[in-house]
């Protein structure tokens, strides 16, 4: 449109300069001027409606040269170069389909124009406005060329990208793990891209039907779904490959606006194989865990025997039960007993970690006062804290906190917890020790003003045999207190959360839903022990 109106500006500039130098006279050269002007203006117009329009626009263009040549002395004129305008327009148009009707158009106008000046007397353009009609005709001619050429440059570049683009989808299309077909509704592939299914690729499945993929068995259950994609729009199954082999086809169908369908073909034989494989491997690696964890508990209950025997002479010789002892003889009895309790806690909590992984731990519940066993705890775990000379306190409700549980697994969390909390906490430090209820949890908190663990330590902190701090302070225990704590809480549908910055200390809190009704239904004041 813009180019046409770029025609009807050049030929009303012409003709007014025309006719301002007096060389436009009303005669031919105004009536070919006014064809031009005529057939600028319709064929814009004509070209708001779309192909057909464009095609009209294209025949005016040609009726104009045609007028515009007859008046001005035919092809010899100066308007000659209008015999063009219909190629020219078609071009301008940039569509292919317009080619051809503009060419043959523009070759009518030519022979008409030519056969004009051979059996007719046309009339003359003036000879002093012939340059001037000459130069304008082949100006909008030469307009609508350019604008054509460069117009059909740009669709060409956009068609390049287009076709560049369009192969990087069809290559990911053949290159991605799925089998994608197009289906009629009676399940016949009618193309089909990607990865091949069995003994069939894409090209071989086109033209066949889509259950020469799945077993005999199958075609019942696929026909099903062909029916149902095609009236709900989507279905999906699993079935057996033809090719046979472990493992199945997942096909996705989808419908389409134009009635086909849709068919997404996954081959999982190689997962189900990859799942199998796994499985295989679990299931060996549980066995060997469980046979571990057997070993263990074996060996813990074969060492206790003998170390049960070592314990209690060692304590008859400390007590001097039989008689005096020197000096250095005490000594080594007091230093025999402490090792061996010492091997023995160890041996405790190998057989107790050991019952739990292989789920042979039972919990003994009974129903007590938690504050009783955590004020166990405190009095056992006071001595070590005096000699370490870390204040250890504790900060306990003054109402009962009856709870459901196993009585040793809560005075097992509570002592591990502050045996590592005096491990970690160095002279002069303290331990608070505060147990509390919200509803029907009991909360049992431990922190202290210890040195703090590391992040790449916090991270590891519960899992069996794994210990934070120096080597010093990793020497002084076995790496299984924190994951026993975490254990039991589990067992009690409860869980361990650990907060700590290097240098600025540690809280371990405990959750264990195991109140009972009442136990906690208000606050309660707190008394402090220590």
Not at 199 to 225: F, I, M
Not at 264 to 269: E, L, Q, T
Request: include cysteine; hydrophobic fraction near 50%.
């Amino acid at each position: 449109m813009l180019w046409h109106a770029g025609w009807a500006v050049a030929i009303a500039a012409t003709g007014a300069g025309l006719a301002a130098r007096g060389l436009l006279p009303v005669g031919p050269e105004l009536m070919a001027l006014a064809a031009g002007g005529a057939a600028a203006g319709l064929g814009a117009i004509l070209s708001l409606f779309g192909g057909p329009g464009r095609a009209g626009a294209v025949l005016a263009w040609g009726l104009a040269g045609a007028v515009a040549c007859h008046l001005t002395g035919g092809t010899a004129g100066p308007l000659a170069a209008w015999c063009l305008a219909p190629a020219a327009a078609a071009t301008a148009f940039r569509s292919r389909e317009l080619l051809a009707l503009g060419a043959a158009t523009a070759l009518a106008a030519a022979a008409v124009s030519t056969l004009d000046a051979v059996l007719l007397d046309l009339p003359q353009a003036s000879a002093a406005a012939a340059p001037w009609l000459s130069l304008m005709a082949l100006s909008t001619v030469t307009l609508g060329f350019a604008a054509g050429l460069v117009g059909y440059q740009g669709a060409s570049q956009r068609d390049a990208r287009r076709r560049e683009r369009a192969d990087q989808i069809l290559e990911m299309i053949e290159g991605q793990p799925l089998l994608l077909a197009s289906l009629d509704r009676s399940g016949r592939v009618l193309s089909a891209a990607g990865a091949p299914i069995g003994d069939y690729g894409a090209r071989q499945l086109e033209g066949r039907s889509l259950g020469h993929l799945v077993a005999e068995s199958e075609l019942p259950a696929l026909a099903a779904a062909l029916h149902t994609a095609g009236h709900e729009g989507r279905a999906s199954l699993y079935a057996e490959p033809a090719a046979g082999g472990e493992g199945w086809l997942e096909i996705t169908l989808r419908a389409t606006l134009s009635g086909r369908i849709i068919a997404a073909v996954r081959d999982a034989r190689e997962q189900f194989a990859r799942e199998k494989r796994l499985e295989a491997e679990r299931f060996t690696a549980e066995q060997q865990n469980a046979g571990k964890s057997r070993f263990l508990a074996n060996m813990s209950h074969e060492l206790r025997t003998p170390l049960n025997a070592i314990m209690g002479f060692s304590d008859i010789m400390r007590q001097r039960l039989f008689g005096p002892l020197g000096d250095r003889y005490a000594e080594y009895a007091e230093l025999i007993h402490e090792s061996g309790t010492h091997l023995l806690e160890l041996i405790n909590d190998v057989l107790d970690m050991s019952k739990i992984e292989a789920e042979r731990f039972e919990l003994a519940i009974e129903t007590f006062d938690a504050r009783d066993a955590v004020s166990a705890v405190l009095r056992l775990m006071r001595g070590q804290a005096d000699r370490s000379g870390v204040h250890l306190r504790g900060v306990l409700p003054i109402a009962a906190l009856y709870a459901d549980a196993d009585r040793r697994a809560v005075k097992q969390i509570a002592m591990n917890l502050i045996s590592n909390a005096l491990k970690f906490t160095p002279r002069n430090g303290s331990v608070t020790v505060t147990v509390q209820g919200h509803g029907d949890t009991l909360e049992l908190v431990v922190a202290d003003t210890g040195v703090g663990i590391a992040q790449d330590d916090l991270d590891r902190l519960g899992r069996p045999f794994e210990q934070a701090g120096d080597a010093e302070q990793r020497a002084a225990g076995s790496g299984l207190g924190l994951s026993l704590v975490r254990a039991f809480a589990r067992l009690h549908g409860g869980d361990m959360t650990v907060e700590s910055a290097m240098g600025e200390g540690t809280t371990v809190t405990v959750r264990l839903p195991v109140l009972t009704d009442g136990a906690a239904a208000a606050p309660t004041p707190l008394r402090r022990q220590g």
